[in-house]
């Protein structure tokens, strides 16, 4: 079975600064893809990123980035210019590029870390 | 943009009661999940859901779940004798396609309290 660590209950950082959560995981498969999903305050989660194991090339959306070390089955992400809109929930998610019979890809969660931008 | 929607957003009920919990994924979706977030723990998988049958579903789906498309809209999770313990939050997701890098969406939660 699959597990996803996330080692930071809570992070903080500066207006305009760069975070970098942390996120590990443990798998015996070698495709799968990794994802970070942000939860704001009573809002539902949203996908930030995502990552396919097959690519060597790190994921990039705009202000967000991954450092994906595959063999050291880590995967961090890292929010660049940090704005306040950022404050939320991040979710580190591992999910199999594999199935049996119907299949179902659910997904295998992180307990999270809480950012919160002081301002 | 469409979006995940789920009622009520906070449930309280007894222990030993029923609760449905209901959920409108997006439109033209085909994939359904039930995930659960007991405080301070990891999110769970519960269950998928494809073509009018559980696709797969975890050791924590026993006899007192199920799944039901009712229509073309809504899809809900009862559980039918609550205990304690199924006090969480559980949010409903979909996806458009099966494959594994596919976005699911999620709703924002119902937050059952179990008295």
């Known amino acids: 079975a699959q597990t996803v660590t996330q080692s930071q209950p809570e992070m903080s950082v500066q207006e305009a600064e760069t975070v970098t959560l942390s996120c590990t995981y443990d798998?015996?498969?070698?495709?799968?893809?990794l994802f970070w999903y942000k939860q704001p305050p009573s809002r539902q989660m949203i996908l930030v990123i995502r990552?396919?194991?097959?690519?060597?090339q790190n994921a990039t959306e705009n202000r967000f980035s991954v450092n994906f070390q595959k063999a050291a089955k880590s995967f961090s992400l890292k929010i660049s210019d940090s704005q306040l809109g950022d404050a939320a929930m991040y979710f580190c998610?591992?999910?199999?590029?594999?199935?049996?019979?119907?299949?179902?890809?659910?997904?295998?969660f992180g307990k999270g870390t809480k950012l919160s931008v002081i301002p | 943009e469409p979006e995940v929607t789920q009622t009520p957003s906070h449930q309280v009920t007894q222990m030993g009661q029923e609760v449905i919990l209901r959920c409108v994924p997006i439109?033209?979706?085909?994939?359904f999940y039930w995930y659960r977030q007991i405080l301070g723990q990891k999110v769970e998988f519960l269950v998928s859901?494809?073509?009018?049958?559980?696709?797969?579903k975890s050791e924590i789906f026993d006899d007192q779940f199920s799944v039901e498309r009712p229509d073309g809209s809504n899809f809900t999770l009862k559980i039918r004798s609550t205990k304690l313990e199924d006090s969480a939050m559980y949010f409903c997701?979909?996806?458009?396609?099966?494959?594994?890098?596919?976005?699911?969406?999620f709703g924002p939660g119902t937050r059952l309290t179990v008295l």
């Open positions: 997701a979909s996806s458009k396609r099966r494959g594994g890098g596919n976005e699911q969406f």
């Open positions: 798998t015996s498969e070698s495709d799968y893809y």
């Open positions: 990552q396919e194991a097959y690519k060597q």
């Open positions: 998610a591992y999910r199999s590029a594999y199935t049996s019979g119907a299949g179902s890809y659910q997904l295998t």
């Open positions: 439109s033209n979706h085909l994939y």
């Open positions: 859901f494809y073509n009018n049958e559980i696709s797969e």
